[in-house]
C-alpha cells in the first residue's frame, strides 16, 4: 500500500473505492486530501453473485484500512463501478461483464458498512475529477472522453454534470459508420467498435493475421510505414473527429479532455484529431482539445469528491433545520 499527494485539497476523510471489470482499486483519503493504502486487488466475479461478492470485497477493504490507518476512519464511502449507472439513486442498472441488473448499491453499502455512500459511473466520476481539479478547471460546457477499452463519457453543462439517469455519456456507442463493424452492444458501427484502443488492436489482427502488442503499438508500427497499421489508426482518427463534431454541434462544449489508455499516444493523438475536427466544423464552436490531467486514478479522486459532497450536503440539511 502506498501513500501519495494528489490534488483533492482538505476536507473531511472518506472511503474511494473503484470496482473495474478485472481489478478492484481502493484508496483512504485523509482530512488534508491525500490518499493512504491505495491498492488493487481482482474483482472477485463469481457470475450471477458477482454484486454481493464485491459488497464482501469492499468490507474486507474497510475493515484492512482500519487496520491499517486507525486513526483516519472515514466518515464517507464514493463507489464507482462501470456499466449503467443510475447515480443520482444509487443502482447499477446493467452491467454485463459484471453479471449484475437493478443492484441497490449505495443502500447496500451503506447497510453493510455504516457509512453514507454514493455509487456513481466510473467515467462520469473521472469526469468530475477533471472538471474540477484537472485539466477541465475553468470551463462550464465540458466533455471528458475516456479512450480505453470502451469509449465513454461525462458530460458537464453549464457548470453542471449531466447524467439522465445513467444513460448520457455513451458516446462509444454512438453510431459513425452505419456499414462499420459489429459493436458488441448488437448495433453496427459504433465509435467504440472502430476507435477504441480495443477495436484498434483487433481490427488489426483481423486485417493482417498478427496480434499487436495493444492500439500503442499499432501506432507506432502506422509510424515504420505498416500500411495496414496506418489505414486502422486513421480510421480510427476519421471516426473520433466524427464523434466530436457530433458533440460540438449537439452541445457546443468549450472543451474536450480526453483521458484513456489511448490518450497516452499524447500529440500522435491529439495533433491529427484536432485537424480532422476542424475540417468538419464549419460556424461551429470549435472545442479545445486537452489531454488529461489526474492520470489512472481519476477515478477515485472523482469517488472522493462525490463522498465529500455527500457529507456537505448533509451537513447543510442538518444545518436548515436545526
Known amino acids: 500500500m502506498t501513500t501519495t499527494a494528489l490534488p483533492l485539497g482538505p476536507g473531511q476523510a472518506v472511503l474511494a473505492i473503484d470496482v473495474g471489470g478485472t481489478d478492484t482499486k481502493a484508496a483512504l483519503f485523509d482530512s488534508t486530501g491525500t490518499m493512504l493504502g491505495l491498492s488493487r486487488t481482482p474483482t472477485p466475479l463469481c457470475g450471477t453473485g458477482t454484486a454481493d461478492a464485491v459488497l464482501h470485497r469492499v468490507r474486507e477493504l474497510r475493515m484492512q484500512f482500519a487496520t491499517d490507518f486507525p486513526d483516519v476512519p472515514p466518515h464517507a464511502l464514493g463507489m464507482l463501478a462501470p456499466g449503467l449507472v443510475d447515480d443520482d439513486r444509487g443502482i447499477g442498472v446493467l452491467s454485463a461483464n459484471l453479471h449484475w441488473s437493478n443492484i441497490p448499491f449505495t443502500q447496500l453499502a451503506q447497510d453493510l458498512l455504516r457509512l453514507p455512500t454514493t455509487f456513481s459511473h466510473d467515467v462520469r466520476a473521472a469526469g468530475e475529477a477533471e472538471f474540477r481539479l484537472g485539466a477541465g478547471r475553468g470551463y462550464q460546457n465540458l466533455v471528458v472522453l475516456v479512450i480505453g477499452t470502451g469509449i465513454a463519457g461525462s458530460l458537464f453543462i453549464d457548470g453542471h454534470a449531466y447524467s439522465a439517469g445513467g444513460f448520457a455519456g455513451e458516446i462509444g456507442h454512438a453510431i459513425v459508420d452505419p456499414l462499420g463493424p459489429v459493436c458488441v452492444c448488437g448495433s453496427r458501427g459504433c465509435l467504440e467498435a472502430i476507435a477504441s484502443a480495443g477495436a484498434i488492436a483487433r481490427r488489426y489482427h483481423d486485417r493482417t ?114
Do not use: Y
Request: aromatic share 2%; glycine share 8%; net charge negative.
Open 209 to 322: 493475421g498478427i496480434k499487436p502488442d495493444g492500439a500503442r503499438d499499432v501506432l507506432l508500427r502506422s509510424h515504420s510505414g505498416d500500411p495496414d497499421a496506418a489505414a486502422v489508426w486513421n480510421e480510427a482518427l476519421d471516426a473520433l473527429a466524427v464523434s466530436i463534431a457530433q458533440l460540438a454541434a449537439i452541445l457546443a462544449p468549450e472543451a474536450i479532455v480526453i483521458g484513456g489508455g489511448l490518450a497516452q499516444a499524447g500529440d500522435a493523438l491529439v495533433v491529427p484529431l484536432r485537424e480532422r475536427v476542424d475540417a468538419l466544423l464549419s460556424f461551429h464552436r470549435r472545442p479545445v482539445l486537452l489531454p488529461a490531467m489526474l492520470g489512472e486514478n481519476a477515478g477515485l479522486l472523482g469517488a472522493a469528491l462525490r463522498a465529500r459532497d455527500l457529507l456537505d450536503a448533509k451537513l447543510i440539511r442538518t444545518d436548515v433545520h436545526a
